[in-house]
């Protein structure tokens, strides 16, 4: 998404909660370069602070935190920023499945082998439904 296309959607009105707003955010700045390079500096800034430690035990341990912990919390950022995508996409396909039937169906007068496709494709649309 872009930053155009953000301004746009904040100027007419968004819908979206603060913490989805947060998501996505901080989805578009992890899966960017610049967030790497971010943390290779602070691998390589933990690795020359090890003269400054006195328990290489305590050096190691420091790291295995924080990298578990901003672990954590990047993955449910991230999970929620997939799962909303995938809603999202199947939300599209379920409209121009829709649509699609629509079309077939004004055919099916011509057609009557076009009725029994259109059963199907509607049924199809609701099958995430039921699972």
């Known amino acids: 998404m872009s930053s155009d296309s953000e301004g746009a959607q904040a100027r007419e009105g968004d819908d979206r909660t603060a913490f989805e707003r947060f998501v996505e955010a901080a989805y578009l700045r992890v899966s960017q370069a610049p967030f790497f390079f971010l943390c290779l500096a602070v691998v390589v800034a933990w690795l020359v602070s090890l003269p400054l430690w006195v328990d290489l035990k305590a050096w190691q341990v420091a790291i295995h935190t924080v990298s578990s912990v901003f672990s954590l919390l990047l993955l449910v950022l991230l999970e929620n920023a997939s799962r909303r995508a995938e ?41 995430e439904d039921r699972h």
């Open 87 to 127: 809603e999202a996409a199947q939300e599209k396909l379920n409209v121009i499945a829709e649509a699609l039937a629509e079309l077939m169906d004004s055919q099916a007068r011509h057609d009557p082998e076009l009725g029994e496709a259109v059963d199907k494709l509607r049924g199809a649309v609701g099958l």
